[in-house]
């Protein structure tokens, strides 16, 4: 009954929905990374790192592929449940992958498992005002959510590539609409990936749940990278926004620990990293 009372360490207690959203209200910076294995989650335990994201970049990463879309529920499932073996502290949030929430009820059906079988305690979408419906079916039932805005990988055959978004006026005002809906329909945490850094100080500012940023500009409540960015393992050229955090350290620790310092210090992301 009520395990997080049974706390390891009560001096580290677990990040939760609640404790995002007093970050948010303090101006206190959020520091985030993608994790596939638990070797890797108990480090970043570690290193202090507040969200822990089971992305469906491990398409890219670990399984080698172009895209996001090959990724299946039972991958992310599979490397979800290695994640958690290796956090405490950590809130760990999961991908749902490519048309896998494409009815209410699907998405709930695997919402459910992400949770159950993989340990996640959030679960993440990509999409616009047209998941609002799915959104809200998810928060009725009291499943955490993260609604991924900007640029959304797994509609990157349908977009054309992987570019910038929201740069013209009507593309930003879009965003920000969709952003407010998606609050509104229930999504505790917004993500905005790779828009200019204006905008995602504004829609920063628009929303009462915390927002996380990936080449979103400095202002974001929160930071997120791919791990395998920051640690200088992914093979060519990177996004403009990755820093490689090895540089100047001896261990992988120590990088993430530079990493964790550096969102909360407002020194990453710099100018350069900008769209
Ligand atoms: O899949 C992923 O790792 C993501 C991050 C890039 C935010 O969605």
Redesign the pocket.
């Known amino acids: 009954m009520y395990t997080q009372l049974q706390l390891r360490d009560s001096s580290r207690p677990p990040v939760n929905v609640a404790t995002l959203g007093k970050m948010k209200a303090n101006g206190e910076k959020i520091s985030?990374l993608?994790a596939y294995d638990a070797s890797y989650a108990a480090l970043i335990d570690e290193a202090g790192i507040d969200v822990v994201?089971v992305?469906?970049?491990?398409g890219m990463v670990i399984q080698g592929h172009d895209t996001?879309v090959p990724v299946t529920l039972d991958h992310i499932i599979y490397h979800s449940r290695a994640v958690a073996k290796g956090l405490f502290r950590p809130f760990q949030m999961a991908?749902m992958p490519f048309m896998t929430y494409t009815s209410r009820e699907q998405a709930l059906q695997n919402a459910v498992r992400l949770m159950q079988e993989g340990g996640a305690k959030m679960v993440?979408l990509?999409g616009g005002s047209g998941q609002a419906e799915i959104v809200e079916f998810l928060a009725r039932h009291d499943i955490p959510v993260c609604a991924?805005l900007g640029l959304k990988?797994q509609s990157v055959h349908k977009t054309g590539g992987f570019r910038v978004q929201g740069r013209e006026e009507a593309a930003a005002e879009r965003m920000r609409n969709d952003a407010r809906l998606l609050q509104d329909a229930g999504a505790d945490v917004v993500?905005l990936?790779c828009i200019p850094p204006h905008l995602g100080e504004m829609i920063t500012q628009e929303l009462h749940v915390p927002v996380?940023g990936?080449g979103a500009g400095p202002d974001t409540d929160g930071q997120?990278?791919?791990l395998y960015d920051i640690l200088d393992i992914t093979p060519g050229r990177k996004p403009r926004f990755v820093r490689n955090f090895m540089t100047g350290h001896d261990s992988p620790l120590a990088a993430l620990q530079s990493f964790d310092r550096a969102v909360r210090d407002r020194s990453y992301p710099a100018a350069e990293h900008n769209f």
């Open positions: 985030c993608t994201l992305g469906d970049s491990l996001t991908d993440k990509e991924h990988p993500l990936e996380i990936i997120i990278l791919v």
